[in-house]
Structures are given as structure tokens and as C-alpha cells.
């Protein structure tokens, strides 16, 4: 067994030598060869790969967990935690995911950039799952002028992002598209593609709110674009949803379809649940607006599950809505052709 550990960490020091590009199995050499802060460390390195370079989020989080098992301490500690929560969020894990941040947070330098991110990721997940002012209050705390000043640009438009979204939730769209701008900006400056993606992203979240859908649906394919070659793969499945969302508003059904096909394929690909979620109800309305309007019911139904095994407020009521609708359409439709077909479970389902 000694020989054994003595081999796997001899195979992790040649492989690192060498410049291996799989930093993933040197670390695990280093891990079966017991040179814990080694292998933490090559896990970290590892994470931070698989997060940036489009890889499935299970793989960026599987890596991360056995970095957390080499027992790191401090930085690297909540540098893997951060990489954790980075993966639970958009798996529908929120909160795990908030448990994470947290964790990280208290682990950073009060008000360095890592506690910033933290901060930003614990407020992502708050956010989307319902506790818009509880997330509000942590990218509050991350942008006071005691903190900013040691936070990096890129971090700061982050945070600003987060708000973007929380502000929506919180009925100040006006608002939360001023704030976009104002991080717009200040993501052009930094020169960051991952900044200017990220309020990209809220932007148009926001101007779903407030403006024509049309300007959503001008806007949307550049956003997709942008995210997809940073490969922000969350990111451009969300744009996918919501210039889509806009392309129904105008009756672009077809268009709408296509895109929404691509967004389900991708979240159940990559099981990103809550996405896969809002991809099923916006398809279930499309599929409604061609005439299909049983599938249409019966997508809505998988939305309020997924939104169900997630915790995601905002997935839940647009789902259950959805529904609603789709069902006393159902019946209308059904009375319209003279045929009364429906029964005590629609109606208490669309009363639901």
C-alpha cells in the first residue's frame, strides 16, 4: 500500500512536469498519493478549468468536493467553496449553493474581492429563490463604500448584476435598467468579457420589464453570442429563454420554438434544472400558440415540478400560471366547438 501511495505521487509530480493539460487526473494522483495540499490545490486549478472552459457543471463541482476533502485551508478553502456554489446554483441547488457563499465569505479578508464574490453568488441564489430583499441586502453590504474600494471592477459589475435581477423581483424595473446601464459602462471600461456578459445578461432581463419585446428580440441574439464564445454556457441558455419569452409576446411562434428547443437541450444536457424548467414553460405556451395545447399543459406541469424540486420562486408561479391558462383555454375551446369535455379536475386545476 506504501509503494502504491509512493507511485501516485511520483505519477503526480512527473505529469505536472510535463505540463499535463489534464490538471484534474494529476490532482487526483496527488490525492491517492496522500500530498493533500497538493492535490487541493491542482483540484482548485482544475475547478477553475472546468467552470471557464464550458465543461459540465457535475464535472466543475465533482472536482471541487474532492479539493474540499484534501482539507484545505483559508483562501483555498473558499476559493473551492465558491467553485461548489458556482455549480449547485444553476443545478437548482440554492440553497446549498447559499450555504457555500456563506461559508466562503466567512472564510475571505472582510471586503477583499473573494468575500465580494461570495457575497454576489449567496445573492444569486437568494434571489432566485424568492428572497429578493435578502439578496438585495447582501450585494448592499458588497457595495458599500467601505468594501468597494478593494473590490475589482469586474467583481463590482457582478454585484451590480445580481441587483439588476433582485430589482426586477422587487417591482423597481426602472430602476434595475438605469442600474444596467450604469454597469454597462463600467464593464466596457474593465475590458472583461465575463463583466460585460454577466450585465448583458441582467440588461435584458430587465428590459423584458419595461420595453417593447421587439427591442428584446433585437438584443437577445447579440447577448447569445457573446455569452456562447466566452462560454458561458448558463448564461446563453438564459438569453436563449428570454429573447424567446419576446418572440412569443409577437407571435413569433416558430422562431420562438427553435430557440427554446436549443435551450431545453442544453439545460438537460448540462442539468441545469432551473433553466430546464423556464425552457418547458415557455415552450409549453409555444406549443399551445401552434395548437398543441395539451403538450402545452403537460410542459407546465414539468415546470412546476422542476421549479418544485428547486425551490425557484419565480419558475413556480409562472409555471402554475401557465397552467391556469392553458387549462380554461382548453375549456373555452371545448365549449366553443359545442363540446362541454371538460371536468371537476380542470376546473379545480385552472382555479388552482
Known sequence: ?????????????????????????IAKHADAGEDFERAARLYAKATRQALTSGAHLETALDLAQRGLGCGPQDDLRAEL???????????????DGVRAATEAGELADAASDMWAEAQCLAATALIESGRSAEGDER????????????????????????????????????????????????????????ALVRVLDARLFALMKLADPSEVVANGPSVIDIAETAGEVVLATRA????????????????ARWLLDRALGDSRDRRMRILEGFALNNLGLTEARLGLVDRGIE????????????????????????EALLLLWRIAQARADGHDTHDASDLAAAEG
Open 1 to 25: 500500500e506504501e509503494d502504491r501511495t509512493e507511485m501516485h505521487r511520483a505519477a503526480a509530480t512527473w505529469l505536472e512536469s510535463k505540463g499535463d493539460a489534464d490538471v484534474g487526473l
Open 81 to 95: 467553496l465558491l467553485a461548489v456554489a458556482k455549480a449547485r446554483i444553476p443545478l437548482g441547488r440554492l440553497e
Open 139 to 194: 450585494v448592499t453590504l458588497a457595495l458599500s463604500p467601505t468594501a468597494t474600494h478593494s473590490v475589482s471592477p469586474v467583481t463590482r459589475v457582478k454585484l451590480m448584476a445580481a441587483r439588476v435581477r433582485g430589482w426586477v423581483d422587487l417591482g423597481r424595473p426602472k430602476e434595475a435598467l438605469k442600474l444596467a446601464d450604469e454597469a454597462l459602462l463600467l464593464a466596457r471600461e474593465s475590458g472583461s468579457t465575463e
Open 240 to 255: 436563449r429563454l428570454n429573447t424567446a419569452s419576446s418572440m412569443n409576446l409577437l407571435g413569433l411562434f416558430e422562431e
Open 299 to 322: 410542459m407546465q406541469r414539468e415546470a412546476g415540478r422542476a421549479a418544485d424540486d428547486t425551490g425557484a420562486a419565480r419558475l413556480r408561479i409562472h409555471a402554475r400560471v401557465y
